[in-house]
Every structure is written in C-alpha cells, then in structure tokens.
C-alpha cells in the first residue's frame, strides 16, 4: 500500500524566511512524487514533480530515496506563495494513475 | 485549452433523486478520474479511466456509477447517495504516460439533503 504523510498540517512564516514543507512517504516500488498546490479559490495545479528535477517559483523539492523523502524547500519566501500544498505519490504498473495525496500543508507567509 | 471543465458548478439532490456530474477537457488526454474530497481533507482517488475504459475503482459503492462516453468526456451519475456522500467532487485528467501532471477542474459542490 501507498501511503504520504505531512506531518506539518499548518506552517507560519515571514516574507523572505527559508521555508521547508515536509513529506515522507510509503511504497515498495518507484514512486513518482508531486507537490500540488491550491492557491484560495482556485483549483488544484501541479507545482513540482520530482522526474523533472526542475524549479518553479523558486521551489525545489528532492527525492531522498534512502529516507522516503520528498521535502519542498525555498530560500525566501513570499506573500503569494500563501496556500494550500498537497505532496502526492503516483503508483507505477497495474496501479498507474492512482495518485495518493497526504493531508496538506498550509502555509501563511507573513508580510 | 488546457482546462478541465467541470458542471455543475454546485448540486443540491435529494436522497432518492438521480443526478448527473460532467467533465470535459480538449487536451487530448487519455486518462480522466474522479476524486472526492471532504472539507479540509485530501482528495480521495474514487476512478480511474484509461483510454476509455474502468482501469481502477477505488472500491467506491455503487450508488455512484462513472462513464466515459468519449476520450474528451467523464460523467458520475449519482442515485440514492446519503448525507455523507456530501462533498467536493474533482476530475482531473492527465496524459496516460509515468510522470505525467494532472490537470483538475474546479469540482462539483455536491450536497445531499
């Protein structure tokens, strides 16, 4: 069974603060891991997605396989980055396309 | 395009009534799903289709019955739901590769009365 835990379920912090937004995560094959996020009163949207190693306002996030990890990190953080983040798993093979979500995160940043 | 477009917008239903949801995207996607989502919950997987046919059922009671009349369409019909069944209903549809993003719509806010 697949399984995604956020153990942080609210995080405060000020505008150009570091912030890290925690994620581990359970399953026996190779994981593709996401981080969505949910701005208020808009829809769910992909944010990161770990097979393309890539930033996107000016998030990151890195596999760490040996600890099931999958945190997300930004050096300084803005007002607009204010909303909800989901960190999701999508399992390979017959499971294809069942993509577990843990409980989220939301993050205040503070003028 | 590359919006998933989801009505109703909001849906009030009686218990013994029989209602329909829609999603629609024209990105050529051929993986659409539905999932439910409680109020500050995650969403919860309930279906997947690929390429127009049932790939997973999360186990999901019966009295909720997916269909994909196209590659561009999934409905939910809905018959006999309870009060509990009250929540946010979200498609999302994705390329049918590993890796690939999915894209949702803005949900169904369903309330069962």
């Known amino acids: 069974a697949q399984r995604v835990t956020q153990p942080e379920k609210l995080l405060s912090v000020f505008k150009g603060a570091p912030v890290e937004l925690k994620c581990n995560y359970s399953?026996?094959?190779?994981?593709?891991l996401f981080w969505y996020v949910q701005y208020s009163r808009q829809r769910l949207q992909l944010l990161l997605r770990h097979i393309s190693r890539e930033s996107i306002k000016g998030f990151t996030a890195d596999l760490n396989k040996g600890e099931t990890s999958f945190h997300l990190k930004k050096p300084f953080a803005q007002e607009e980055d204010s909303a909800m983040y989901y960190c999701?798993?999508?399992?390979?093979?017959?499971?294809?396309?069942?993509?577990?979500f843990g409980q989220g995160t939301i993050l205040t940043v503070h003028p | 395009d590359t919006e998933v477009t989801q009505t109703p917008k909001h849906l009030v239903m009686g218990m013994t009534n029989k209602k329909s949801l829609k999603c629609e995207q024209h990105m050529g996607h051929r993986a659409m799903y539905w999932y439910k989502q409680k109020a500050k919950k995650p969403p919860e997987l309930m279906f997947v289709?690929?390429?127009?046919?049932?790939?997973i059922n999360e186990s999901v009671p019966s009295r909720f019955s997916p269909e994909c009349p196209n590659s561009s369409l999934l409905n939910l019909h809905l018959h006999a739901l309870q009060p509990e069944d009250s929540a946010l209903y979200l498609c999302?549809?994705?390329?049918?590769?590993?890796?690939?993003?999915?894209?949702f719509g803005q949900g169904t806010r369903l309330t069962v009365v």
């Open positions: 999302a549809s994705s390329q049918a590769t590993a890796g690939t993003e999915a894209f």
């Open positions: 399953y026996s094959g190779s994981p593709e």
């Open positions: 999701a798993l999508n399992a390979g093979g017959t499971s294809y396309g069942k993509l577990t």
């Open positions: 289709y690929s390429y127009e046919k049932l790939s």
